[in-house]
């Protein structure tokens, strides 16, 4: 147990995520999931976070959701976001500085789509000391799967994306489309497509990708704490690629 901000929180130290005890009731830590615009970050988060009970935290989501409400951070990120460009780091980095206040955080965690520039990524580094030594514990370090997906395959999968603005399930016209054509299965309301969602927007989010996010991959490649999954595959496929690679990520010490 570590303490943090004054109160008790339960801290997952590298001694518990590797005692026998704990052994059938893996927890993976934090867990940073990159890749391109729709390699299905998203839909693995979702999976991961129902698997292991630890939250997803997208910054995508967050800037939507700060749109959908007018916020003075919403109105900032909204020009730059349906023209497929990037928000400036340091309001991501305050963002997710304050979501990771939250105590759902310290059992483990998802970042989905954040960092997505090295400058992300460093303070994201930085951060991250602090708040370990502001626990009084060992914490587990960030462990950062890459998921692999053709650029030709990924136009279709976002342009025939739906996605339900109350509980947040993907869908996909082509590949996972609802029962009723444009409802959501489980809260019946209807579908909606991201304005970012289109072909030309879509490209605008490629080049903002391979000039900016490649590094990031780099970064945590060299820091032995990454791996590399085909995102190609049935979804299920994928889910237990990554668990099986974040399993291993544990077993070796990472
Ligand atoms: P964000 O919301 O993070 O978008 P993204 O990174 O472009 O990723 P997507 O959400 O488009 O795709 P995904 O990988 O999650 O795919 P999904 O699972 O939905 O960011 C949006 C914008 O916000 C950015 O452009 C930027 O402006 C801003 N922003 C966010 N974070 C930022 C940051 N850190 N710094 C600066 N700016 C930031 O799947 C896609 C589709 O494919 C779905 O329809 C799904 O059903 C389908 N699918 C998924 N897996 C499979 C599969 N295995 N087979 C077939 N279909 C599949």
Redesign the pocket.
Known sequence: MGVRAGREVATLTQESAHSPALADVFLPGPVLLL???????????QLLMADYGIPQI????I??DNIARGTELGNA?KG??AQ????P?QM?NNMVGARLEQPDVNRGYIL??????LG?AEWLDSHLVSLEKAAGAVVLPLVAIN?RVDEQVLLR??T???ICAQCKH???VY??PPKQEGICDFEGSPLQH?S??TETAFTE?MK?YNSLTAPVIEHYSRQGRFREVN?????EE?TGTIEASLRQLRQAGV
Not at 84 to 87: A, S
Not at 112 to 117: C, E, H
Not at 231 to 235: K, Y
């Open positions: 890749g391109a615009p729709g390699v299905g970050k998203g839909t693995q988060a997208s910054t995508g989501d800037l939507r990120a730059l976001m497929g460009q990037l928000v780091d991501v989905d789509g954040y960092p997505r520039t992300q998921i999968r976002i025939g994306r739906r993907i869908y996909n590949s996972k991201r970012d969602d989010r903002a995102g190609d595959r049935a979804v994928v």
